[in-house]
């Protein structure tokens, strides 16, 4: 029988279509049967230490010169702390594992290949000496396990304290989520760190002064670089020490972005620059404000302002941007009381509402462009997503006909919340038969796999299209009510994976070709790297060596390519045999390796990063 299971020939593994329901089965026996026992990873999330270098790596076979840049990853490091005042201290959910940022920087050589430099650095080491000195983390998390031991008032005095410390003042958070290079309108916080420092009783950590040619190579660096997290605040770091210098909320962009809640991952007009994001207020009145920042000033604008008792605060960790809109999805991660029970719980996780199938994702357009504010809304059956792929705008006969847009929007999607408990270090870690409560439900393992679908969504316009810009935007007039939404596709796992990415050229778009990280069953963690054909729904798997766990698949295009999948991926892998990480480079069109950068230790697994061309 064919399998997604490969040789490590090197020679990509293609599937179709109709293997979509064998190689999900396949997988869901994988689970059952306990095969990720024998995938090492434990080395991409203990005993990781930061490497300042810059350190000259390896390079087997050709990376091209036309991927040289920086390639800027983020993500949790270190999950324990030992010596504490309760000894050792453990972070619970991969997700609050404390900040650790990591860059490789592909250079030219004089022989015409290139050369790759690595180095890291740690993000939180204020709330890494917090937890030393106290035995408890501070303010707010995803997911951390409270102490069961910890008595009532012990719990209420604690809240009391986080709650009353001010967003402004939470510069030791931990923020590791994604990074945003040349990030718009936070001028006035850059560099602030320093000074929150010295008036504070933490250590100021030793600076490393930054040549323009440390190390003996140089890259073109962004003006700088901010990581973000799912609240508003984010940290500003030295684009290329890494160093943490600055620190600032969302209402440094706009005063009324006062909301605890925002989204990882803001969105940028491939035209412009100009980025969109959202704000979530909780309390009893529930209010999502989405903003735009604009590129060229700085300057900041609330595009639209939800306030409704149908719009309930809920965990939400991407959305979409089109030529003419922001999409917000709002999952059913509705968090309980209005929002308000995470002052209480002290983590996202377990202030969500149980899964209710009868709480719809609702889906709300708005008005990029000229001011309309929401313009059409939606609803598809309940379910959870950490990750929207992309939007596209056409127009067929039907639009045509109707004065509609078709609004196409990609996305990675469960059928409910059940994947956020597959991420504690217990289960990823195999500690106390956890991974085997997990994995060794049946529908809870269904229930944890991904879907790759595509809802097709038709929103009002004039009757009259026209040429508004260089995309064909129509212009929006009125809020109408719209069709109900079609989904044109649902790949299953492990066709379809998580930490989705395209050819950035595409953004906005019509796409093909998604890379995501798949789940075979093998590993704990995400086991291999996918190529998703949407048209005709053939993949191609990498053929990786067993125990050799990829990272989020980066794309950088060939600069003359006229193909979408002409370019290379980019994907931090660790060697769990070995406990080495490498620097992997895939041809995105074959999936075939073309080189690699050795780094001879573990790298921490991370969630996002970002290619900055030189």
Known sequence: MATTKGNATGKPIIRHRADEEEDLEESLRNFRSAAYTEWPNEAGFDGLTEERGPIKLSVLGNIPAWACGSLYRTGPGVY??????????????????????????????????????????????????????????????????????????????????????????????????????DFPGLDVAAGNIAERIAASTAPKPTARPAGPTEGGHQTRLPKNVWLSTDNSMMKQIDPRTLEPIGF?????????????????????????????????????ETTYRIFH??????????????RRPDVKPAYIHSFYLSPSFVILCVPSSHIAMMGLRIMWERNVHDSIEPFDASKKCKWLVVDRLHG?????????????????????????????????????????????????????????????GAEKKFWGNKQRTRDAMTHMARHHFRVHAPNAYRDSNAQNTPQLTSVLESASPVKLFDIPAPHSGELPTINPRFATKRHRYVYSLAYRGRSTVMDGIVKTDTLTREVLFWDNPHGHTPGEAIFVPRPEGTREDDG????????????????????????????????????????HGVHVTS
């Open 80 to 181: 324990k702390v030992e010596d504490t005042p309760i000894g050792t201290f453990y972070t619970t959910h991969w997700f609050d594992g404390l900040a650790h940022t990591h860059r490789f920087d592909i250079v030219p050589s004089e022989d015409g290949l290139v050369e790759v430099f690595y180095s890291s650095r740690r993000q939180a080491d204020q709330m890494l000496d917090h937890i030393k000195k106290n035995g408890d983390r501070t303010y707010y998390s995803f997911g951390q396990r409270r102490d069961p031991c910890l008595g009532l008032f012990a719990k209420i005095t604690s809240t009391w304290n986080a709650a009353r410390t001010r967003m402004e003042d939470r510069w030791i958070e931990n923020i590791s989520v994604a990074v945003l290079p």
């Open 293 to 306: 920042i604009n590129a060229a000033t700085g300057l900041t604008s609330i595009i639209a302002t939800i």
């Open 248 to 284: 600032a909320t969302q209402r440094v962009l706009h005063p009324d972005l006062k909301g605890p809640m925002s989204c990882a991952h803001a969105q940028r007009d491939p035209l412009t620059g100009d980025v969109y994001n959202f704000n979530l207020e909780l309390g009893r």
């Open 372 to 432: 309309k504010g929401v313009v059409a809304e939606f609803e598809t059956p309940a379910g959870f997503f950490f990750h929207t792929i992309n939007a596209f705008e056409e127009r067929d006969d039907d639009d045509m006909k109707d004065g509609t847009i078709s609004l196409f929007c990609d996305i990675i999607e469960y059928s409910n919340l059940e994947v956020m408990s597959s991420l504690y270090y217990d289960v990823l870690l195999m500690k106390d």
């Open 568 to 607: 290379v991926l980019l994907s931090v892998v660790l060697d769990g045999h070995r406990q080495t990480s490498y620097l992997l480079c895939l041809d995105a069109i074959t999936m075939q390796e073309a080189g690699r950068a050795e780094v001879g230790f573990a790298v921490a697994f991370g969630f």
